[in-house]
């Protein structure tokens, strides 16, 4: 899956969140405006359709979760790792583990700089490799620049692996999307009812809430 297809495939959950969020917040409006129910009649109403919406949009974060971590794997496979050819290697897959770790303790880019030449001169790529993802960590620009002159077809899945930092975390540019709409009603007076709640339906998938809330809703007012 290219970096295109990734970012149409979560445009695409973010905008079936954003529906979920506006059909229910219609709906919300259509109960709560509704002279004929008390307090916890439509408290009981519109709970159930909450609980519902919140899960589906939960739903839909985790999966966009789940495809750019896929995409993020993929894209650090394929720059650092071993290739499908060798994977089944035990010499090398032995070979990469030695390398990562060497990688893994230096700190001083002086010394990084020069087991890195070393490595390239010895053609132990997989050492190379491993020293560029410790560079990329560090920010040691020159065993970057040297390592992208050499293998200029990398270049553009580093890009990729940099653009897709947007996507990752908590922040509030990702987790807005998916925020559930509220459910904002009053108690009846004095102690909330206790009984007569109807249990949430099981999830139907995502496209079937529309029209299920509005064969509720009918429901409500023909009551």
Known sequence: MSLTD????????RAEAGQLAEEFTRVHAEVADDPNLTPAGKREHLEPLHREVTE????????EKAAVKT????????????APSASSDPARIVSFRDAQARARELEDSDDAQEIYQS??????????TAILEKALVRGWHSIKRDFLERNPTTESDLDDLSALAKYQGNGLANVAHYMPPSLDLPHSAGFPRLGGQTTAATPRGVPSLKDEM????????RA
């Open 119 to 128: 490595a390239l001169r010895s053609g132990d790529t997989i050492l190379a």
């Open 6 to 13: 990734l970012q149409t495939e979560v445009e695409g959950y």
């Open 214 to 221: 509005e064969q509720r809703v009918a429901g409500f007012f």
């Open 71 to 82: 995409a993020k794997e993929r894209l650090e496979r394929r720059v650092f790792g071993l």
């Open 56 to 63: 589906q949009i939960s739903a839909l974060h985790a999966r």
